[in-house]
């Protein structure tokens, strides 16, 4: 039976739904995508462009997973540091790489415009401080990546600029960058899929992937009621892949986070609290991130949950969180409240690799999968063509197991997490 989307506001305000069928009977493909989010798709629109025939296999419907609830924000860069992957690649391999980062935005947009997603798409993010310590990080990773990276779309507000533009007092400056944004992650994911149908891809829902026989050029994926036989097989469903690939499974952490929605402030209260429509992120270890929706709603969320287990009185919980930045909303009441799982890795870097001469993944895009899944996609589809070389790249990224096993891995990262909680507030 096949599941519906969580209860969001994204879902609330779908353009479109994508109607496909449950997987019977068996079929054949050259390649076979499991995950029907934004990697998946992405990855199945441009190996269709390169001619290949394409199946995607999805548990659920297109966009159930962090692609269809996250928060929207369209990021530079990765979840971890850029130094992280120096350490791992060096200098120049993690310039390639943020380079690439950076194409993952242009990727976004091209695919907006050349098919037409309607999808909210806007432009400037705020990386916001809230203490002397954190002005003084943003100092320094502006300098490195305007020396390091020639990133130069950034620009160093101080506390009087950031209140120009935001009606919160919480804040203290920020790194303004206009070349990032925010988008309806649901209406992007559902136009990709659109996007793909009409480009030949074959795509079936509610049937989830039980097996995978693997064998070079002969992969079968099995599901209840059917399977597919292909020559590749791509692995894109990131912290829903639960143990499917037991290689790679322990190198990813499924972590709970979670959104409220507020009703409709209208146009001018909207103004008057981000007066230039840009999405803000603090940079607390445990961050708040906020913007606001195409109906001018405030879409807020933050909180994490390391056991996946959403926090009791969600809605409540989200709409503390928001008055602790706009006190002034004391009087709108949450519409919608929801959560999902993002797959982070132990270094927070993206986690790339091939299992085998005829198996590929992507995943652990940890918080900064909006555009960066967009360039797994791309990744994929060069790699299944045999140009290695850019995907490559990011198996020099070194990634451990999370610590544990499957038992203990989650009071592992909890006692460690308790550490950075602690930082948060110094």
């Not at 989307?5 to 019977?24: D, K, V, W």
């Not at 993010?125 to 990133?151: C, F, N, T, V």
């Not at 930045?325 to 799982?341: E, H, I, T």
């Amino acid at each position: 039976m096949k599941q519906t989307h969580t209860h969001s506001y994204y879902a609330a305000s779908a353009n479109r739904q994508i109607e496909c069928p449950i997987l019977e009977g068996s079929h054949c493909a050259d390649v076979c995508v499991v995950g029907a989010g934004i990697t998946g798709l992405s990855a199945a629109l441009n190996l269709a462009e390169r001619g290949y025939k394409v199946t995607v296999i999805e548990a659920n419907v297109v966009g159930w997973g962090a692609s269809g609830r996250s928060g929207g924000q369209m990021l530079f860069g990765f979840g971890c540091d850029m130094s992280v992957i120096e350490k791992s690649a060096g200098k120049i391999a993690a310039k390639a790489m943020w380079d690439m980062s950076v194409e993952a935005i242009d990727i976004l947009r091209q695919r907006v415009e050349q098919h037409q997603i309607q999808c909210d798409l806007q432009q400037g993010h705020l990386h916001a401080a809230i203490k002397p310590r954190q002005m003084h990080e943003l100092e320094q990773w502006q300098g490195s990546l305007e020396q390091d990276y020639a990133y130069g779309s950034l620009s160093l507000w101080d506390k009087q600029k950031v209140q120009s533009n935001m009606a919160s007092e919480r804040y203290i400056g920020g790194l303004y960058d206009t070349n990032s944004g925010h988008i309806h992650p649901l209406n992007y994911t559902l136009g990709l899929a659109k996007a793909a149908l009409e480009a030949g891809v074959t795509i079936y829902t509610g049937s989830a992937v039980t097996k995978v026989t693997r064998k070079s050029k002969a992969n079968i994926c099995h599901t209840e009621h059917g399977n597919v036989k292909a020559n590749q097989v791509l692995f894109c469903g990131n912290a829903y892949l639960g143990k499917l690939v037991p290689e790679i499974s322990n190198k990813i952490m499924p972590v709970g986070t979670y959104i409220g929605a507020t009703q409709p402030l209208g146009k001018e209260r909207a103004k008057a609290l981000i007066s230039n429509n840009m999405a803000v992120a603090d940079i607390n270890f445990v961050l708040d991130y906020f913007r606001m929706s195409a109906d001018y709603r405030m879409l807020f969320g933050g909180r994490v949950s390391y056991s996946t287990l959403a926090p009791p009185n969600l809605t409540q919980a989200m709409r503390q969180r928001m008055l602790n930045v706009f006190p002034q909303l004391a009087d709108v009441k949450m519409d919608y409240a929801w959560g999902g799982n993002v797959a982070i890795t132990m270094n927070r870097g993206p986690h790339f690799g091939q299992l085998g001469q005829d198996v590929y993944f992507a995943q652990g895009f940890s918080g900064h999968g909006i555009a960066a899944t967009g360039l797994a996609g791309k990744l994929l589809a060069e790699a299944v063509a045999g140009q290695t070389e850019r995907f490559d790249l990011f198996n020099q990224i070194n990634h451990l197991p999370f610590p544990g096993g499957t038992l203990f891995k989650t009071p592992a990262l909890v006692l460690a997490m308790a550490w950075y909680r602690l930082r948060d507030m110094l």
